[in-house]
């Protein structure tokens, strides 16, 4: 029953609110800047493809590489389909053992995604920790922490990883070689890449930890650690991730350039460092494809990724929206 001061005043329907809170993502500023830059959309497109295709290698490739039963050496050293010479079965020719290289290079994808996204979480987990309890802490931990930082600035991240492999290995023996090389290529690159994420966590927990709201929650009583969790990590996180973006596409030409010097896995586990490192060996004999296509899936790779991290930097940075 309607009273006259109700009378005429129509309550707006509550399912309404519903899809303009679902759909409030499409006027989001940074969904308008990716999609204003055909070049990052393009860039997303090749990376989601290459990732893609990598991790459903066993669902799309026509062999796999790793099974014995589906290579055999008569089809060594075919020339992609479309030249004289090549064979229907083999898109993109074959390798010395006969393998077919479209599914190689799936499958060396995925080896190299996968050492690559685990080698950048390690170094990930370490440097944020370390930023965030030498900011916090301050003094002489902090100045411990920053001076290793700067020693291993003084020397390239792929100096750093030959040294663990050579440590590591060392210790191991070479009989363990081949087993462990997989754990090794993701321990090398993770603490070749941490430094990075200590140094930005630091300096941003620096200027956090001085805030309004952090100075309350410690008087409120609230745990350091919990602090650290929960109010300052989520504010200094922004950097972090162009760092982690642009550092997937570091860690895999890591990995290729370690396993294309030999130091990396053996070549009965292909990765594109191992498959570029292969035909680098019949590149002058004519058989171009081996190295060409491998290289030119890590370059495109590489490309893709880093466009995509340089476009998350500009959209996280507030001064340039």
Same mark, same amino acid.
């Given at each position: 029953?309607?009273?006259?001061?109700?009378?005429?005043?129509?309550?707006?329907?509550?399912?309404?609110?519903?899809?303009?809170?679902?759909?409030?993502?499409?006027?989001?500023?940074?969904?308008?800047?990716?999609?204003?830059?055909?070049?990052?959309?393009?860039?997303?497109?090749?990376?989601?493809?290459?990732?893609?295709?990598?991790?459903?290698?066993?669902?799309?490739?026509?062999?796999?590489?790793?099974?014995?039963?589906?290579?055999?050496?008569?089809?060594?050293?075919?020339?992609?389909?479309?030249?004289?010479?090549?064979?229907?079965?083999?898109?993109?020719?074959?390798?010395?053992?006969?393998?077919?290289?479209?599914?190689?290079?799936?499958?060396?994808?995925? #080896?190299? !995604?996968? *050492?690559?996204? $685990?080698?950048?979480? =390690?170094?990930?987990?370490?440097?944020?920790? /370390? @930023?965030?309890?030498?900011?916090?802490?301050?003094?002489?931990?902090?100045?411990?922490?920053?001076?290793?930082?700067?020693?291993?600035?003084?020397?390239?991240?792929?100096?750093?990883?030959?040294?663990?492999?050579?440590?590591?290995?060392?210790?191991?023996?070479?009989?363990?070689?081949?087993?462990?090389?997989?754990?090794?290529?993701?321990?090398?690159?993770?603490?070749?890449?941490?430094?990075?994420?200590?140094?930005?966590?630091?300096?941003?927990?620096?200027?956090?930890?001085?805030?309004?709201?952090?100075?309350?929650?410690?008087?409120?009583?609230?745990?350091?650690?919990?602090?650290?969790?929960?109010?300052?990590?989520?504010?200094?996180?922004?950097?972090?991730? #162009?760092? !982690?973006? *642009?550092?997937? $596409?570091?860690?895999? =030409?890591?990995?290729?350039?370690?396993?294309? /010097? @030999?130091?990396?896995?053996?070549?009965?586990?292909?990765?594109?460092?191992?498959?570029?490192?292969?035909?680098?060996?019949?590149?002058?004999?004519?058989?171009?494809?081996?190295?060409?296509?491998?290289?030119?899936?890590?370059?495109?790779?590489?490309?893709?990724?880093?466009?995509?991290?340089?476009?998350?930097?500009?959209?996280?940075?507030?001064?340039?929206?």
């Amino acid at each position: 029953m309607s009273t006259p001061a109700t009378k005429g005043i129509v309550e707006p329907a509550p399912a309404a609110a519903a899809p303009k809170a679902r759909w409030r993502w499409r006027d989001s500023d940074i969904l308008a800047s990716f999609l204003s830059s055909k070049v990052t959309v393009l860039s997303a497109i090749v990376s989601v493809l290459l990732i893609g295709g990598s991790l459903l290698a066993p669902l799309v490739a026509p062999t796999n590489p790793f099974d014995p039963a589906t290579v055999d050496l008569m089809d060594s050293l075919m020339p992609p389909r479309w030249v004289e010479g090549g064979d229907p079965r083999f898109l993109l020719g074959t390798d010395n053992q006969g393998r077919d290289l479209y599914s190689a290079i799936l499958y060396g994808m995925r #080896v190299s !995604l996968i *050492i690559g996204l $685990a080698g950048v979480a =390690i170094a990930a987990v370490l440097g944020i920790g /370390l @930023g965030l309890f030498a900011g916090w802490v301050g003094g002489r931990v902090d100045a411990f922490v920053m001076r290793v930082a700067d020693v291993q600035l003084t020397f390239p991240a792929i100096l750093i990883a030959l040294l663990i492999d050579g440590v590591v290995h060392g210790i191991v023996g070479n009989a363990q070689r081949e087993n462990t090389a997989f754990a090794v290529l993701i321990l090398s690159i993770g603490l070749s890449f941490w430094v990075q994420y200590a140094r930005t966590v630091r300096g941003s927990t620096m200027v956090e930890k001085n805030k309004d709201y952090v100075q309350a929650a410690r008087l409120i009583g609230i745990p350091a650690p919990l602090i650290l969790l929960k109010h300052v990590l989520p504010n200094v996180i922004g950097p972090v991730l #162009v760092i !982690l973006t *642009i550092n997937i $596409a570091l860690a895999v =030409i890591t990995e290729a350039t370690l396993s294309f /010097l @030999g130091v990396g896995l053996p070549p009965t586990q292909p990765s594109l460092g191992t498959l570029i490192r292969i035909g680098n060996d019949f590149l002058f004999s004519g058989e171009w494809w081996i190295v060409a296509f491998p290289g030119l899936t890590l370059a495109a790779f590489v490309l893709a990724v880093n466009l995509v991290g340089d476009w998350l930097r500009d959209a996280l940075n507030p001064k340039l929206r």
